[in-house]
């Protein structure tokens, strides 16, 4: 049973593992993912405002993200004074 499993398994899933990190976890894909399926379903609706929208939207992500990881180190250093 098991060795007709192993024939079953595509080459890529054998070298795969050995040649790349593994870097995401399911937790990551999941975010991505759902990040993906939201902001896709916006850009129907920002279109018609012109390209000037595309370039909002993008420093819009760009600060966002920067927020984040300000957020981020300012929890880490909370958690160091309060433990």
Known sequence: MAQQADERV??????????LPRVLNST???II???????IVQASVIQPAGPA???YWV????LFQAATM????NARALYRLTS
């Open 33 to 39: 993912f759902l990040a993906i399926v939201l902001f």
């Open 59 to 62: 420093l819009g992500f760009l």
């Open 10 to 19: 595509m080459i890529s899933e054998r070298i795969a593992p050995g040649m």
């Open 28 to 30: 990551d894909m999941t």
């Open 70 to 73: 300000i957020l981020r180190e």
């Open 53 to 55: 929208a595309y370039v």
